[in-house]
């Protein structure tokens, strides 16, 4: 499975970007669950948002929450993230992760719970 990040840049506090991520291989199948994690340097990645493809579920990090949306198009099996509201505290590398297991679920938070990770893209919040 490759995973295919976009979408990321410079915007001014408030304003609104939105994020692409999209998968692909044989071996990508309509029942995993992906979510957005981001990454300042020198910290831990931090859950962002999540959503399981095939039932629509999500989850999102009380930071993110009501600013986020998370949101999937099957049919190109791409998963978007619109950032609204942006602060500068949520400059950081987006990256997203594709979890296979059925605990992703459960665990969807946590890093560990992903199998497959794409390349980051940066987003940048000036003040």
């Known amino acids: 499975v490759q995973l295919q990040a976009s979408g990321g840049g410079m915007v001014q506090t408030g304003g609104s970007l939105r994020l692409s991520c999209s998968a692909s291989g044989p071996s990508f199948k309509s029942s995993y669950a992906l979510s957005w994690f981001r990454r300042t340097p020198g910290a831990e990645r931090e859950f962002v948002a999540y959503?399981?493809?095939?039932?629509?579920?999500?989850r999102y990090s009380d930071s993110v929450k009501g600013r986020f949306t998370i949101s999937r198009d099957n049919s190109k099996n791409t998963v978007f993230l619109q950032m609204n509201g942006l602060k500068p505290e949520d400059t950081a590398i987006y990256s997203c992760?594709?979890?296979?297991?059925?605990?992703?679920?459960?665990?969807?938070?946590?890093?560990?719970?992903?199998?497959?990770w794409g390349q980051g893209t940066q987003v940048t919040v000036s003040s």
């Open positions: 992760g594709a979890g296979a297991r059925s605990d992703t679920f459960v665990y969807y938070n946590q890093p560990a719970a992903y199998d497959y």
């Open positions: 959503i399981k493809l095939s039932t629509d579920r999500t």
